[in-house]
């Protein structure tokens, strides 16, 4: 059975769960929701996701919402096709639970604002914060560092295989990298661009921007 | 051997843990933090979380950061005993204990967080005066999620289905200090909301954990 993906396949979030899908190679449908159009905020998107926000998810009658947790759902149903994205014991489920944590408290809400202020609201002829961004810059500074330390002891997030953690991630650095002119931030630090040459250079990764830029 | 928490009782996200070791009876240490003295942002715990943030645990080998990481890792860890936090054995239904801890990390916590920051913390612990144009932003926020939550609430008893899960156990610590200031009537005022919240906050597990919130308390 198709997966139904609600959401725009340029959006970070969407994005995170469309990565995961093609890492297990499961056959999905994308339902295209305008966001410029409000489509998220009308009743019947609403049905799908409460809190208005893309993505959802259909599988048959199961309904999901939240990126994290869909993708977390898909990596358990799927976890012997494939990489595994979940880790094998306890302890290594728990550390990429844990920078899985890591991405959604201290990385997401910085690069989120970064771009807003200064790619989506020029996008949309409005002024973005400079200071703002500025702000975030810096704290995401620090991040990375935290980062770059991080992985000079492993080849990913969790510890030596791709998982769940570290493709939380992919969205997001893009948008940085790619729109916001913030690519100094992962080519000057030697292990993070290391593992983001990598991770954006996985195949279903490649497949999803192939996807995206039609 | 047993689990070390490193954290303080009155800290939400040490408590959020602390609820779910109450929950499967777990026996743990609680290592205190001296948060005054800075000691979560010394080297010595930067080396248990490189974020300078409370809690941490430590489990034989194993050390790890971010309550949520931590209160699942638990739940994992002793399944198979008669509590049953995170419906592994279902995956229809772990995916909806798995959505709704994520709307309180996504929805709920970042609008009652300043609420919480600016009527407790700041007057307490800094000395300082409340921003209310703050509080009265998140409380229009917080007003909406619990208005989902209210609807919710009429379709099942608890947030992901009929069983008491981390998603629930995951909104005590803030509650009960919402409940604190002005802005419980956000809860009281939304009868199915309220009556979760007087079900899941007389858990015994949380009463043992409601104690130690004393942030705010009068002596």
Known sequence: MVVKVYGPIKAACPQRVLSCLLEKDVDFQILHIDLDAGDHKKPDFLLHQPFGQVPAIEDGDFKLFESRAIIRYYASKYENRGPNLLGNTLEERALVDQWLEVEAHNFNDLVYNLVLQLVILPRMGKQGDSALALTCQQKLEKVFDIYEQRLSASAYLSGDSFTLADLSHQPGIRYLVEDAGMGHLVSQRKHVNAWWDTISNRPAWKKLMELASC | ?219
């Open chain 2, 1 to 219: 051997m047993t689990i070390k928490l490193y954290g303080v009782a009155m800290s939400t996200c040490t408590a959020k843990v602390l609820a779910c070791l109450h929950e499967y009876g777990a026996e743990f240490e609680l290592v205190p933090v001296n948060l005054q003295n800075g000691e979560h942002k010394q080297p010595a715990f930067l080396a248990k979380n490189p974020f300078g943030q409370i809690p941490a645990l430590e489990d034989g080998d194993l050390t790890l950061f971010e309550s949520r990481a931590i209160s699942t890792y638990v739940a994992e860890k002793f399944k198979g005993s008669s509590c049953d936090l995170l419906r592994s054995q279902n995956p229809k239904e772990a995916a909806l204990v798995k959505t709704w801890m994520e709307v309180e990390s996504q929805q709920f916590s970042p609008a009652i967080s300043p609420i919480f920051y600016q009527s407790i913390i700041v007057p307490i612990l800094h000395g300082g005066s409340p921003n209310q144009a703050i509080i009265d932003e998140s409380a229009a926020k917080l007003g909406k999620v619990l208005d989902v939550y209210e609807k919710k609430l009429s379709s099942s008893k608890y947030l992901a289905g009929d069983f008491y899960s981390l998603a629930d156990l995951h909104h005590l610590t803030y509650i009960y200090y919402l409940m604190k200031t002005p802005y419980g009537k956000l809860i009281n005022e939304r009868p199915r909301v309220k009556a979760w919240w007087e079900d899941i906050s007389s858990r015994p597990a949380f009463k043992k954990v409601a104690s130690g919130l004393t942030l705010g308390d009068k002596n």
